[in-house]
């Protein structure tokens, strides 16, 4: 989707990119790290989940929990480990099989992501009420650059758990990708707002604000 990412700094960038270009430049180094975490993610999946029976009503427990946890903490590396947690439980779909094919798709996700997508099809199809089938397809298209399709299936996981600051972030990615400055920082916005250390705080939002001339939250 992008090209090979070089390391100037934000302001060197600022002189060399055009508004634009400049945001889409963040956005794909951005991509660049989720990338190599989804990797990270799927060499330790093979690890048991600490709890792996848990039905949906207690995943729906824990998740409330860690929300509310993250709400209130103040220290950035608790925030990070709580974080960690919420994906966990969110890759929780309750049945083996399903959990079986998602870390495969996972895996494909890092070196070769359109491979994933029939995975991701089915899982989908199968389980089409686990909010998080839909944002794992949501993060392939828009690996492969369908933006629009990426959006809906968003929208889709946001139906099924509106707190997902995943796929709001992605809705944001999605915006800058379509030049829509203000859509994608509404969507960054939304996103801080259930989770107040959402990594794009530091560059992606900033940079969108002083793009709209808003002023920070």
Not at 22 to 35: P, R
Not at 69 to 95: H, P, Y
Not at 165 to 174: K, V
């Amino acid at each position: 989707m992008c090209g090979p990412v070089t390391q100037p700094s934000l302001g060197g960038l600022m002189h060399i990119l055009s508004p634009a270009r400049h945001l889409q430049q963040l956005a794909c180094t951005l991509l660049l790290l989720v990338a190599l975490a989804v990797v990270e993610a799927a060499g330790q999946s093979s690890a048991p989940p600490a709890v792996p029976d848990e039905g949906a009503a207690v995943r729906a427990k824990r998740l409330d929990a860690l929300f509310a946890s993250l709400k209130t903490t103040k220290v950035e590396e608790e925030a990070d480990t709580l974080v960690a947690e919420i994906w966990r439980v969110w890759l929780q779909s309750g049945n083996a099989e399903v959990d079986a094919q998602m870390q495969q798709a996972v895996l494909l996700m890092g070196s070769a992501p359109a491979m994933a997508m029939p995975i991701l099809d089915n899982i989908v199809a199968h389980l089409p009420d686990w909010a998080e089938g839909w944002n794992k397809r949501a993060t392939v298209l828009y690996l492969i650059g369908e933006y629009d399709r990426s959006l809906a299936d968003c929208d889709r996981v946001l139906a099924l758990e509106p707190r997902h600051f995943g796929a709001l972030a992605g809705i944001g990615l999605i915006r800058i990708q379509k030049d829509e400055p203000r859509g994608a920082l509404a969507a960054f916005r939304k996103a801080l707002a259930v989770n107040p250390f959402l990594k794009e705080r530091l560059s992606l939002i900033p940079e969108l604000e002083r793009r709209v001339g808003e002023r920070p939250l």
